[in-house]
Nanobody, 126 residues
Framework: QVDLVESGGGLVQSGGSLRLSCVVS????????IGWFRQAPGKEREGVSC????????YYRDSVKGRFAISREKANKTVYLQMNNLKPEDTAVYYC???????????????????WGQGTQVTVSS
């Protein structure tokens, strides 16, 4: 059983910043991916960013490139998502999720991540 706990969400004005954290426990793998996904009311869950925990390679959704930065503390099994220049369209519940192994062709597929955190709300006002 892999456990993930997110934190760092909140209410921020357009143009502001937040940093989300995801702490992972319950496994001893070296090769895995942590993804950040978000879901707004009435919309499908979508990938935001993910990171190869083995080598730190980051991946981003086009709409957040240049604004968000994902990073990791490998030994602590912790992932951060620094979100800058936030926009109202970023408003959603943000989830971190665990992929066993590094399946590059499935990074953006919700179904490829069997373990999820509880979510943290991010609200960006205009």
């Amino acid at each position: 059983q892999v456990d993930l706990v997110e934190s760092g969400g909140g209410l921020v004005q357009s143009g502001g910043s937040l940093r989300l954290s995801c702490v992972v426990s319950g496994h001893t793998l070296d090769y895995y991916v942590i993804g950040w996904f978000r879901q707004a009311p009435g919309k499908e869950r979508e990938g935001v960013s993910c990171i190869n925990m083995r080598d730190g390679t980051p991946y981003y959704r086009d709409s957040v490139k240049g604004r968000f930065a994902i990073s990791r503390e490998k030994a602590n099994k912790t992932v951060y998502l620094q979100m800058n220049n936030l926009k109202p369209e970023d408003t959603a519940v943000y989830y971190c999720a665990f992929m066993r192994g590094v399946l590059l062709f499935r990074l953006w597929e919700v179904e490829a991540y069997p373990y999820w955190g509880q979510g943290t709300q991010v609200t960006v006002s205009s």
